[in-house]
């Protein structure tokens, strides 16, 4: 039998010496998943989880009024649920949304939702605002960084924010930038969460808002 090779061709036998024939045997290369702070996933309309810290927030309302306890630190209910924040509400009028606030729900005397949120940074300043909800079913963490192009803008629009991470309840952390927050998502931005507090008539009204949805948390009679 004649040995085959001599039947190999110069070419092939200059490749097998160099090693340049990829085993079939190679391992497949290596793709790292995103979702960690160090590799965070695109950020976008779809992935946003603004909608899911409203639904956290939802077994926390207080369908009552409450009544501003005289430290003004605290609103009472009738059924003994509790809603504390600091820092206490001003006496005089003005724009309580632009404020940082942290807030604590409780019902049956146990700790139902947890609302920590700085004022948007107007200023445009180095570090973001943070924005975090915890309930019954978990919590998300938002930063916002800012523009000093978009100083006194009043709500989260396009172009307002500059930079947004998040990190959503199963753990992932997203983030984007610049046109990457408003690309794919109708004409609108990737949604926010925010905390407002309204004045109504006889009332001041606490209320999570992101998306075009609003959870209103509660009521409190000054």
Same mark, same amino acid.
């Given at each position: 039998?004649? +040995?085959?090779?001599?039947?190999? $061709?110069?070419?092939?036998?200059?490749?097998?010496?160099?090693?340049?024939?990829?085993?079939?045997?190679?391992?497949?290369?290596?793709?790292?998943?995103?979702?960690?702070?160090?590799?965070?996933? =695109?950020?976008?309309?779809?992935?946003?989880?603004?909608?899911?810290?409203? +639904?956290?927030?939802?077994?926390?309302?207080?369908?009552?009024?409450?009544?501003?306890?005289?430290?003004?630190?605290?609103?009472?209910?009738?059924?003994?649920?509790?809603?504390?924040?600091?820092?206490?509400?001003?006496?005089?009028?003005?724009?309580?949304?632009?404020?940082?606030?942290?807030?604590?729900?409780?019902?049956?005397?146990?700790?139902?939702?947890?609302?920590?949120?700085? =004022?948007?940074?107007?200023?445009?300043?180095?570090?973001?605002?943070?924005?975090?909800?915890?309930?019954?079913?978990?919590?998300?963490?938002?930063?916002?960084?800012?523009?000093?192009?978009?100083?006194?803008?009043?709500?989260?629009?396009?172009?307002?924010?500059?930079?947004?991470?998040?990190?959503?309840?199963?753990?992932?952390?997203?983030?984007?930038?610049?046109?990457?927050?408003? $690309?794919?998502?109708?004409?609108?931005?990737?949604?926010?969460? $925010?905390?407002?507090?309204?004045?109504?008539?006889?009332?001041?009204?606490?209320?999570?808002?992101?998306?075009?949805?609003?959870?209103?948390?509660?009521?409190?009679?000054?």
């Amino acid at each position: 039998m004649a +040995n085959c090779a001599f039947f190999l $061709s110069p070419l092939l036998i200059v490749c097998l010496q160099a090693g340049c024939l990829e085993s079939p045997y190679a391992p497949a290369p290596t793709v790292s998943a995103c979702g960690t702070e160090e590799v965070p996933c =695109a950020l976008s309309c779809a992935s946003s989880c603004a909608a899911v810290a409203l +639904n956290l927030s939802t077994a926390c309302m207080m369908t009552l009024e409450g009544t501003l306890t005289p430290s003004r630190t605290a609103c009472d209910f009738a059924d003994g649920s509790l809603a504390d924040f600091s820092p206490p509400l001003p006496a005089e009028g003005g724009d309580l949304s632009r404020r940082s606030w942290s807030l604590g729900l409780r019902r049956q005397d146990k700790p139902c939702l947890t609302v920590r949120s700085e =004022a948007f940074p107007w200023d445009g300043g180095p570090s973001p605002s943070q924005t975090t909800v915890e309930g019954p079913s978990g919590s998300i963490v938002q930063e916002v960084w800012g523009d000093t192009a978009d100083a006194g803008t009043r709500d989260l629009g396009p172009g307002a924010a500059r930079r947004v991470r998040l990190r959503c309840p199963d753990g992932k952390y997203y983030a984007g930038a610049g046109d990457q927050l408003c $690309s794919g998502c109708d004409g609108r931005c990737v949604p926010l969460v $925010s905390l407002r507090v309204v004045r109504l008539s006889t009332a001041l009204e606490f209320r999570l808002e992101g998306g075009g949805q609003v959870t209103p948390l509660f009521t409190c009679a000054p």
